[in-house]
């Protein structure tokens, strides 16, 4: 089954810590892509990659960092940087002709 | 970032009923793509569109691309309760980045 997956679905973590959310896609896309998603607003862009080795800011990147080290991986780091952590962040792919797939989800939350 | 203007922010229809939401932007898009979502999970693609004026239909579902390329319809008929959950629009623009609208949160009465 092709798709996208994240893990954890639910994250606790204590003020001050980094966090790191994982994603994995089995679709053999180049183009990967980190949500974040708070209630009554739209998807906001954090992160997003076209190739391996190669990632740039989206609309919200500071207070998160990236990795694009192989074509199936992109994590999120989400560091004690972020003034507002707590939210849930989507995952997501595109395939050549620009369909973006997205992973469950996952809901963190910081204290 | 550019949010797209959805509309209407919620609708509450009777099973059975057809209904109608629309997306628009200031700016041109060269896709459009129609998501529903269920609380706390990720959205789950339904329709694409690649060009002006076209047509496309998934089972009820039917979705227009805008001629002016600046908006886009999303009609689902005769509902039914498992229809419930949160639609939403993406565009993507001439510079290949994806906008995303706040959504439209669909309450089907049986």
């Known amino acids: 089954d092709g798709g996208i997956t994240q893990s954890p679905k639910y994250l606790f973590r204590k003020e001050g810590q980094n966090v790191t959310l994982s994603c994995e896609q089995n679709l053999n896309h180049d183009a990967m892509y980190w949500y974040r998603q708070d209630p009554g607003q739209g998807l906001r862009l954090i992160y997003y990659?076209?190739?391996?080795?190669?990632?740039q800011k989206g609309d919200i990147a500071e207070g998160y960092s990236v990795s694009r080290e192989k074509k199936e991986s992109f994590p999120l780091t989400v560091t004690s940087a972020q003034k507002n952590p707590t939210a849930f962040y989507l995952c997501?792919?595109?395939?050549?002709?620009?369909?973006?797939?997205f992973g469950p989800g996952t809901r963190l939350t910081v204290t | 970032g550019q949010q797209l203007n959805q509309s209407p922010q919620s609708m509450f229809i009777q099973e059975g009923e057809d209904v109608s939401m629309n997306c628009t932007s200031s700016?041109?898009?060269?896709?459009w793509l129609w998501y529903k979502q269920d609380p706390g999970e990720g959205p789950v693609l339904l329709i694409a569109?690649?060009?002006?004026?076209e047509l496309t239909s998934n089972g009820r579902l039917t979705a227009q691309f805008g001629i002016t390329r600046k908006d886009s319809f999303l009609n689902i008929s005769a509902s039914i309760p498992s229809d419930v959950g949160i639609y939403f629009c993406a565009g993507l623009n001439t510079g290949n980045q994806f906008y995303f609208g706040t959504g439209t949160s669909l309450t089907v009465i049986p």
């Open positions: 700016s041109i898009f060269n896709t």
């Open positions: 997501a792919s595109s395939s050549p002709s620009w369909e973006q797939y």
């Open positions: 569109l690649y060009k002006a004026g």
């Open positions: 990659s076209q190739i391996v080795n190669d990632f």
